[in-house]
């Protein structure tokens, strides 16, 4: 929570954060796939909590919520009802996912919930097919963005924000691109340059 609102102190306009659900249907803030070998799904919140002490439940996000845009990265599908049911009502929210049966699913529980797209690589006809998923967002990794990408995305009203480009050289290029905002791990040095 600490980098969420250094972040947000420094003037950065929202955060990315990663989503799992556990066993015990407690959705967490986190990223990797594993810890202790064993699949993170698979641990209840108490025994993720005694692994990893500064463990975030998703609900401890909604006082963010309030102030800023969260883009919430869906780590795998299957709980999407659940995702909803919990942020349904806060503004600001983008659900986006490597896995885009995700965004399929979200969109038809909720017609309010924004959702974006995450990929690696190059998707030819990439806006038609976000557009079919009614999908505003798209997540490409920096550097496969190019001008056509940004251009037809745009021409769809998608809003593109790279990830995870973390230096001044890159955040000119995709400036120069058109892109609407980038993710970074250095926030604050981002807002410096940006401002």
Excluded at 18 to 44: N, P, S, Y
Excluded at 51 to 74: F, G, N, Y
Excluded at 153 to 177: C, F, K, M, Y
Aim: proline letters at 3%; a negative charge; aromatic letters at 10%.
């Amino acid at each position: 929570m600490a980098s969420f609102r250094a972040a947000l102190n420094s003037g950065a306009d929202g955060f990315e954060t990663d989503l799992r659900m556990l066993a015990d249907e407690q959705a967490v803030l986190f990223h990797d796939d594993t810890w202790g070998g064993r699949t993170i799904e698979e641990l209840t919140a108490s025994k993720l909590r005694m692994l990893e002490p500064s463990l975030l439940h998703l609900a401890d996000l909604a006082e963010l919520s309030q102030e800023t845009r969260m883009i919430l990265e869906v780590k795998r599908h299957g709980w999407e009802q659940r995702l909803c049911d919990l942020v349904g009502g806060w503004p600001g929210v983008v659900v986006s996912s490597f896995d885009h049966r995700v965004l399929r699913v979200v969109r038809s529980i909720s017609g309010t919930i924004e959702t974006g797209a995450v990929i690696e690589g190059y998707f030819v006809d990439f806006a038609s097919y976000l557009s079919s998923l009614g999908a505003g967002w798209a997540f490409p990794q920096f550097r496969f963005v190019d001008r056509e990408m940004v251009d037809s995305l745009h021409s769809e009203g998608i809003r593109v924000v790279p990830w995870t480009a973390n230096d001044e050289t890159q955040w000119e290029a995709l400036r120069r691109l058109g892109c609407d905002g980038v993710i970074t791990d250095f926030p604050a040095e981002a807002v410096r340059w940006r401002d």
